[in-house]
């Protein structure tokens, strides 16, 4: 049996800057590890993970999300977690969520999140 099992962070924010920093400020604030790098998931697709985990309704739908593997253990990520306040919500996936199966399963299939920062124009 593994003494560490591997988590899940789900970014959902309302647009990729917000995710983006988000996913900065777990690595860097949090002193999370990434286990993969970070897969870009449907918006859609992260709402209802989130209603799932957390088991309570929807508040606000998302307009951009992402989806990475934690070399930390969920008890560890949520603690860290805690600790900092990314511009986008996080939810952290665990073996005990019911989805954490199909995020293993899946996860390689997701499209590579893209980590630079959209040029904004200004008027």
Do not use: Q
Not at 112 to 123: L, V, W, Y
Request: charged share 25%; with cysteine; proline share 7%.
């Amino acid at each position: 049996m593994e003494s560490e099992v591997k988590a899940f962070a789900v970014i959902r924010g309302d647009n990729s800057d917000k995710v983006n920093v988000a996913l900065h400020d777990l690595e860097h604030y949090g002193r999370m590890r990434f286990a993969s790098k970070p897969k870009r998931i449907e918006p859609n697709f992260a709402d209802n993970l989130l209603v799932s985990v957390v088991g309570v309704p929807l508040r606000a739908r998302c307009n951009s999300a992402a989806l990475v593997e934690l070399d930390n253990n969920a008890g560890s990520a949520i603690s860290k977690l805690r600790k900092i306040h990314p511009p986008a919500h996080v939810v952290i996936v665990s073996p005990r969520h019911d989805v954490y199966e199909e995020l293993i399963d899946k996860s390689e299939l997701y499209p590579e999140f893209e980590r630079s920062f959209a040029p904004h124009t200004s008027i």
